[in-house]
Structure formats: C-alpha cells, structure tokens
C-alpha cells in the first residue's frame, strides 16, 4: 500500500469513527429532547382549552339571558310559536353545545368518565333578606333540574327544598343586586390530562391533571327568568312547580318559589376560573314534556 493509500485509508476511517460517535450522542439525546418538548405542547393545550371553557361559559349564559320570561298571561300557545321562552327544551339546546364548542377535545375518555360539563343556574335577589339566593338549576352530563352529583361553585340545587338557599357569587354581583333582579350563571368545567409523564418525585414542576371551573354570570334581559315552563308553571302567580304525580314533571316535585315580575338590566359577564376535584356523575332522568299540568301545594 502505498504513503497515498495509507493516508487516505486513515482519512475515512477517521470520518466514520466520527460519524458514529455523533449517532450515539444523538440516540443519548434525542429522549431528553422530546421530553423537553412536551410541556410545551401542554402549554399550548392548557391555554386552548381554558379559551373555549371560558368562551363557552360566556355563551351559555348569554343565550339563557336573552330568554323570555314566563308570565302569569303566557300560553301553551305563545310557548309553541316563540322559541325563545324559558323552556327545558331550550336549556337542552343550549347546554348540548358544549361538545361542539370545545372540539377538538374529546368530551369523553373511552370507557371513562366525562372530561367536560356544564351547569346553568339561575340567581335572584331575595326580597326578605336581600342576599342572592338559588332559583333553579340545570345540568348538562343529566340534562335534569336536580342532580345530587352534579359539582357547582355558586350552590347545589339538588331537589326543590334547595331553592332559595343562599347562591355563592362575587361580593361585587352580590352587593349590587336591585329588586327583582335575577342572574344567570353558566359554569363550564374542564379535566385537563398533560401529555407530559408525572415527574413530580423528581422535583421537576411539570403541569398535571387536574379539573378547572370557569364561570359567566349575565343579568337577564327581557324580564326575571324564575319560571321555567312545565317546571314552574304558570298562569298560577305564585309560580308553583308541577306536583310529582303528574304525567309532565320532573323526578322531584314539591312547592316552588314566589315569583317577581320585572325587568332587570343585562349585558355584563365576569369570568373567574377554580380549580376543584371532580368526580363521575350518574345520569338522572330528564323533564318530560306535554300534557296537562297541576300546580303542587
């Protein structure tokens, strides 16, 4: 071999010693890489979905606040021709486009629980003690006004004695209520799952599960929004709920709550997030519809 050969003979086999020491180096790296890059994927992630749980909070409230009231003098017939009074049905609709609104995230894990829900409650100043109280509660995951498994920041409506107990909103909404006033407050909450592995042992601060609340509360805009048709049925003034006996109530029957009459200012939302432990909710049995009704004592 000559001194040309010899050279470049070592030239080459010093490039590929170099070749697979960076290969190595590379296959050393590449796991710390990817799991560098994933908190900021989840990041990202958290950030979508706290903007469309907020999004949706806001819209949910505002539809039911542009509802029309149910007045002593409404008809079954004025309900059938005008969609845009306080129905069960129409609270369906609304509470129903949550999946929509929060795709691309899947609502459910497959086989597990709900990753997403959301509870409507309506809020109205009591005219005795001139604190916010509950009215009526409606859930998404049930599609029911009373579920003991439903979670909700501002107060559990579970059955009907749980009307008119105190409703836990902001001290400004609550300081600034008039007379006749009512509220409607939409909570959407959230589960957030991180693609990125648990290394909490190791002291690293990566995000983990965890369920957030976000709230919108908006003040109703055509009139105080207590009755809810087939629920809380007029032409009776006291605004009383169906009894339990009847063909179109609701699992839980009972006596309701007194009706005010007015029309309250609307527009303004505020949104505030928590953060709270979840749990699976059981689905109720939702309000059935038609058919005569009898005011309960």
């Keep these: 071999m000559t001194l040309k050969e010899k050279k470049l003979f070592k ?14 180096e590379y296959a050393f790296m590449l796991p710390l890489l990817i799991l560098l890059s994933l908190p900021v994927v989840d990041y ?12 949706t909070a806001s819209f949910m409230a505002d539809a039911v606040a542009m509802s029309r009231e149910i007045a002593n003098d409404t008809t079954a017939a004025n309900v059938a021709t005008d969609a845009t009074y306080m129905t069960p049905q129409a609270l369906q609709a609304i509470v129903s486009s949550l999946n929509v609104m929060m795709m691309p995230f899947p609502p459910e894990q497959p086989g597990g629980p709900d990753l997403y829900r959301a509870v409507i409650t ?5 005219p005795n003690t001139g ?3 509950l009215g009526w509660q409606f859930d998404q995951n049930s599609m029911s006004f009373y579920d003991s498994n439903r979670i909700s920041t501002v107060g559990l409506v579970a059955n009907v004695s749980d009307i008119g107990k105190p409703a836990n909103i902001p001290p400004s909404l609550a300081n600034n209520l008039d007379d006749g006033e009512n509220l409607i407050v939409a909570e959407v909450s959230v589960f957030f799952d991180p693609i990125t592995p648990d290394l909490g042992v190791l002291g690293v601060p990566f995000l983990t599960q965890r369920w957030m609340t ?15 048709w087939q629920v809380y049925m007029p032409p009776q003034p006291d605004c009383l709920p169906v009894s339990s006996g009847s063909s179109s109530t609701s699992s839980s029957g009972g006596s309701g709550p007194t009706t005010t009459s007015s029309t ?4 303004s939302t505020t949104a505030t997030s928590s953060g709270t432990s979840g749990g699976t909710i059981t689905p109720a049995s939702s309000t059935s519809s038609g058919g005569s009704v009898t005011p309960g004592g």
């Design 11 to 24: 030239l080459l086999f010093s490039q590929e010693g170099e070749k697979g020491g960076v290969l190595v």
């Design 44 to 55: 990202g992630r958290l950030i979508l979905i706290r903007q469309k749980a907020v999004k």
């Design 122 to 126: 309506h809020v109205y100043k009591d």
């Design 131 to 133: 604190g916010p109280v």
């Design 214 to 228: 976000y709230t919108a509360y908006f003040r109703a805009r055509y009139g105080n929004l207590k009755c809810v």
């Design 264 to 267: 309250s200012s609307g527009g």
